[in-house]
């Protein structure tokens, strides 16, 4: 027997070790030479060559020496001793071979949780059947064994020799309550060592008989049990088999609580047996001794070969029990004049969780009928209350004129008596106090919303007073809000000679009003105490970014203002209540506009491509849907949507953007297009965003790159044109023959174009300035260099400087530029596929586009894809960040600062360099700056499908190239910018693809 013989070597060793001990050997490995203890004096390599005398020596591989495994304190310990498949059991103090390859214990093993392993327990199911052999005082007996894991709780139960034995399972570590404990193996072997000198050996067994127990229900469910009282079920134990089945052993887990017993089980003599195709029912009490749910298990031990451990829970939950609250517990009319009725409600819920019943709802009134209930039919008693329900009775409290004195305090109460339809007899009343007050009659008082602001010249001013702003309202569209007047008197209030102010002082001047009221409300009113009218007023403005205002004026008899809080200052004065707002347009814009999965693996997904939906416009707009196109491809689906839809984007305190995630799983190598449509409260169809991809069953892909011969750039100029710009202008014409020179030492090709910041004139706008639109010194509409110079400084000191249209917005301008329709008409031709793209700002005023600074962000990294950054470079000249800047140390000349300029440039420039001062004296330095960053041969490729950055393999020109690195981000191989591929060269990258859930 394995455990035997370990022990006795064990023996044997400790005995030796006690020889040596006496003898005065001063070393620590036991050997009489004092070098290792394996006798043979030389130094030790594995634990084996130590454990041949006795399991309790192990070999220190770092100084060559057999040592005696003492009690370990550390896990540091056990690994130093084995390796590092060993972990300290800290309880026990015994070193524990865990079967992984980390040394933890389960998932984690570690006396601390510092290395981010898990520290939960795990337990090892031992259950089943076995052989028990026992040693205690040198005679060996065995015996029939069970043993019962529950793996809910890591505790463990044996019985053998008609007794029981609790303890708990951690990992493979078995520690009973008996002071028993050690190690097994599931299906194997529990090897116990006992206080005594004793031990226990369990050895996994199967029985030979075809006995077959089955169990109905495995599950006992008492249901609602009050504590106090008890309840019976039963589990009905069946043998399925042939030969007899035999039942040792019926017991409760050790967690399982008192409030389970067994009906008559004390009377039975076990075994217990069942015959074939017979059974026995089971009794089990269930006596709750506390109002909440409550479980337990059964164990069944039995010869069953197969299943010989049976487990059956239990459960309880207390009696279910109505409880009827009402609140608030006091109702407040407050002031009230006599014959004016206010009418208030208390709640009452059932927060139980059975069926409760209300029976009577009354009101105690000593004053004279000043309170009475109104009576609904839905709410009269008796009235049941399912668990979670509620209802509402409604109060009315009205002074009674010559009964009820002013400044008299009315007290009632209202009382509501419930009770459980199952013990109707112990009723419950629940008390709410009613409290008010008599006052006299207020004067007629004027209340009107709302308070936005009270009109002065140019719109709506900041001073509270009665307005609405409508804000921005989209052209040819409008908008309509409510105008309330309330009397917050009592005495009736008076609305006459309502009519608009006159047109003259109207906002446009000379322009037909750009606001309507609701038909037939510009009349008489007449308003009772406490009560309002409503007026609509619509306003439809028919030019955008044009302010609007009016006023609609009207007389009272109001002898008190609301929202000024004091009386008005001549009972016959006129009332002006202003409109104000702008005409403007909403604007929807994704990016990217379309999605391109390209080529992916079959039966693997492609990375989640994100998009945003931006509003680009000055006015809230509501996104209400993003979903896959019903006759899409169904192999695309949306992943991820940061917002909870429909939601508002732009405006005032909105998200400029709402993001969602969209991924291809390839499912054949057939081609995949669909569209995810984008739903808003625009006039007019969905967004379409196209997406498309395709799959393949070739796990490798091989990317063919050419550097061009000739470096491709397209370079757009945005030029403010604003009064202040004539020198900065003169200033980009000097140095521009300069740049051109150098564009043709690098034997570049390049297409130039020049749009302005104004983006209100319709003949600029994003527009190209000049003809030819588009500058080309290579191809079939080439010029000549020293035309193309020529052109440039033409057309850049011709701009003027009255062309700002009152808006120097250069991110739009050269949005517009850069989008469609000018890229299909007038600025056609100027973009190309393989070219890289470089926008340069030049201004000195701050930009002034509505978008956020993310919006441009976005579209211009879009325009050469979200992961090409190194095909795009933005540049800002324009004044410092902080602070602007002076030019030429006048205190007159300078620039504002261009913060908006300078952060788009920073995000879409993988260079240092994108920005400079526009106050420089000269724009020489400028020109260099960009000659250098945007003529320099390409460095990054951008790979085709998503790459195992292990396997990629890279050749220019037929030879292997290892001066490379792959960017994650981007998938791309990055080669050093000071050492790109030389012009005309070949880049081949072979890779294995990667593949995503």
């Not at 006795?8 to 290792?36: F, H, P, Q, R, Y």
């Not at 030979?208 to 006992?220: G, K, L, Q, R, T």
């Not at 969780?353 to 004053?367: F, L, M, N």
Request: aromatic share 8%.
């Amino acid at each position: 027997m394995r455990s035997i013989v370990l022990r006795t070597g064990l023996i044997w060793v400790l005995a030796l070790w006690a020889v040596l001990s006496i003898s005065g050997c001063g070393s620590s490995a036991g050997d009489s030479n004092g070098e290792d203890g394996d006798g043979s004096g030389g130094g030790c390599t594995t634990n084996e060559e130590c454990m041949k005398d006795g399991e309790n020596w192990v070999c220190n591989v770092v100084s060559q020496k057999c040592i005696e495994m003492g009690e370990c304190t550390n896990n540091d310990q056990c690994k130093r001793w084995y390796d590092e498949s060993w972990y300290c059991d800290t309880t026990n103090k015994v070193c524990v071979w865990n079967g992984g390859t980390d040394g933890d214990q389960g998932t984690d093993g570690d006396e601390n949780s510092g290395d981010g392993d898990s520290d939960s327990v795990s337990c090892t199911n031992f259950s089943g059947f076995y052989t028990a052999d026992t040693n205690c005082g040198g005679s060996t007996e065995s015996y029939d064994a069970w043993v019962s894991v529950d793996p809910d709780t890591c505790t463990i139960i044996i019985f053998y020799d008609g007794n029981t034995y609790n303890g708990t399972v951690n990992g493979n570590l078995v520690k009973l309550e008996n002071s028993c404990k050690g190690t097994g193996t599931q299906g194997d072997e529990i090897n116990l060592n006992c206080d005594g000198g004793c031990w226990l050996d369990l050895h996994h067994n199967t029985s030979e008989n075809d006995a077959m127990i089955s169990v109905d229900p495995d599950y006992i469910r008492f249901g609602n049990v009050e504590v106090g009282n008890d309840k019976d079920a039963s589990t009905l134990i069946r043998n399925d088999g042939t030969d007899p089945l035999s039942i040792v052993y019926i017991g409760f887990t050790k967690e399982t609580p008192s409030d389970f017993t067994f009906v008559d089980l004390d009377s039975k003599t076990f075994p217990l047996t069942i015959e074939d195709t017979t059974d026995m029912e089971l009794w089990v009490k269930a006596t709750p001794t506390k109002e909440e749910e409550t479980t337990g298990k059964i164990v069944i031990f039995s010869n069953d070969p197969y299943n010989p451990v049976v487990t059956v829970g239990m459960s309880y939950q207390p009696k279910a029990k109505p409880s009827i609250r009402c609140m608030p517990t006091t109702l407040d009319f407050g002031s009230q004049p006599p014959g004016r009725d206010k009418t208030d409600y208390f709640l009452c819920v059932n927060e139980g969780d059975a069926p409760g019943q209300i029976k009577e709802v009354t009101i105690t009134d000593s004053q004279s009928g000043a309170y009475t209930l109104i009576s609904e039919a839905a709410t009269q008693p008796p009235l049941v209350l399912e668990a979670g329900e509620s209802v509402n009775y409604n109060i009315n409290y009205r002074p009674i004129d010559g009964v009820h004195q002013y400044g008299q305090i009315l007290i009632g109460s209202s009382r509501v008596v419930w009770a459980d339809p199952e013990d109707a007899s112990n009723q419950k009343n629940i008390t709410v106090e009613l409290v008010g007050q008599v006052r006299e009659l207020d004067p007629p008082c004027l209340d009107i919303k709302p308070l936005e602001g009270s009109l002065g010249w140019m719109g709506l001013g900041d001073n509270p007073g009665p307005g609405i702003k409508f804000g921005y309202t989209q052209v040819g569209t409008g908008a309509t809000r409510q105008v309330a007047i309330h009397n917050c008197g009592d005495l009736p209030l008076t609305i006459t000679g309502m009519t608009w102010q006159n047109a003259m002082l109207d906002v446009p001047t000379l322009e037909a009003r750009a606001f309507f009221e609701q038909a037939g409300m510009f009349t008489n009113h007449t308003i009772q105490g406490q009560e309002t009218i409503t007026i609509d007023i619509t306003f439809n403005p028919v030019r955008e970014g044009t302010l609007y205002s009016s006023a609609f004026l009207f007389y009272s008899n109001a002898e008190w203002l609301e929202w000024l809080d004091a009386a008005p200052i001549d009972v016959n004065q006129v009332y002006q209540f202003g409109v104000s707002g702008y005409g403007a347009n909403r604007g929807l814009e994704v990016l990217p506009s379309k999605v391109d999965f390209g080529v992916v693996t079959v039966d693997c997904c492609s990375q989640r491509e994100e998009v945003k939906v931006y509003n680009i416009g000055d006015m809230p707009l509501t996104i209400e849907s993003i979903d896959i196109d019903p006759g899409s491809d169904p192999r695309f689906e949306i992943t991820w949507v940061d917002a909870t839809l429909p939601v508002t984007i732009g405006g005032t305190d909105n998200p400029d953007h709402v993001a969602f995630k969209v991924k291809f799983c390839a499912e054949s190598e057939e081609d995949a297009t669909g569209a995810v449509l984008i739903q808003s409260d625009l006039e007019g169809a969905a967004f379409v965003v196209p997406l498309q991809g395709s799959g393949s069953n070739m796990p490798h892909q091989q990317d063919t790159f050419r550097q061009p011969e000739n470096p491709l750039v397209d370079i757009l100029w945005v030029v403010d044109c604003s009064g202040s710009m004539s020198d900065e202008q003169e200033n980009l014409a000097n140095n521009f023959e300069d740049f051109i020179n150098t564009a043709v030492s690098w034997s570049a090709d390049l297409h130039i174009a020049l749009t302005t910041c104004d983006i209100i004139s319709t003949d600029h706008s994003g527009k190209f300035q000049g003809s030819p639109a588009v500058l080309k010194n290579r191809g079939p509409e080439a010029l000549p260099n020293n035309q193309i110079i020529s052109l440039f400084e033409d057309r850049t000191t011709g701009l003027g400087t009255n062309c700002d249209g009152g808006q120097e917005a250069g991110l739009e301008a050269g949005h517009l530029a850069l989008s469609s329709p000018l890229t299909e008409g007038a600025n056609k031709g100027f973009l190309r596929d393989d070219a890289k793209l470089s926008v340069i700002f030049l201004s000195d005023e701050e930009d002034q586009s509505v978008p956020e600074i993310s919006f441009y962000i976005d579209f211009y990294r879009s325009k050469k894809g979200m992961h090409n950054v190194n095909m795009l470079e933005v540049y800002a000249i324009c004044g410092d960040k902080d602070g602007g800047c002076q030019s030429g140390g006048s205190s007159e000349g300078g620039a504002a600062a261009g913060k908006r300029y300078i952060e788009v440039a920073q995000a879409c420039n993988p260079n240092d360099t994108y920005f400079q001062s526009i106050c420089m004296e000269s724009y020489a330095p400028i020109y260099d700056m960009l000659a250098e960053n945007l003529f320099a041969l390409r460095n990054q490729f951008n790979l085709t499908r998503l790459a195992d950055p292990e396997t990629i393999a890279v050749k220019v020109n037929g030879t292997p190239n290892f001066d490379w690195e792959y960017d994650e981000e981007t998938n791309s191989i990055v080669f050093p910018p000071e050492n790109p591929p030389g012009a005309g060269a070949v880049i081949v990258v072979d890779y294995d693809t990667i593949c995503l859930d």
